[in-house]
């Protein structure tokens, strides 16, 4: 069965910092990317970061760069989302996914297996 486990989201203020954590299992993880996407109430799911879990690649949104940091544990099937100097326009829930590699990162479509959210709420 596969299981995406999304953890780490709370309630932070302005400038402050969270980690974000993926649990996987369930598919081979070296074969997939994991994406982050964070959907804000009343507008669209958006993507936010990927790693592709074979040779590391990230990318990010460019609202993001410089701000978050996407990291990738084999061992625990794990991957991280650090987010620093957040603002209240982070506020959202932040989705984990995954999908095959050489895949569109950004594009939600592109992703088989999804886990909850976990809500980021960032005060001002």
């Known amino acids: 069965e596969v299981q995406l486990q999304a953890s780490g989201g709370g309630l932070v203020q302005t400038g402050g910092s969270l980690r974000l954590s993926c649990a996987t299992s369930g598919f081979p993880f070296d074969d997939y990317a994991i994406g982050w996407f964070r959907q804000a109430p009343g507008k669209e799911r958006e993507g936010v970061s990927c790693?592709?879990?074979?040779?590391?690649?990230?990318y990010e949104a460019d609202s993001v760069k410089g701000r978050f940091t996407i990291s990738s544990d084999g061992a625990k099937n794990t991957v991280y989302l650090l987010m620093n100097s957040l603002k209240p326009e982070d506020t959202a829930v932040y989705y984990c996914?995954?999908?095959?590699?050489?895949?569109?990162?950004?594009?939600?479509?592109?992703?088989?297996?999804w886990g909850q959210g976990t809500l980021v709420t960032v005060s001002s």
């Open positions: 996914a995954a999908a095959q590699l050489n895949k569109t990162w950004v594009l939600i479509d592109e992703y088989d297996y």
């Open positions: 790693i592709s879990n074979r040779d590391g690649s990230t």
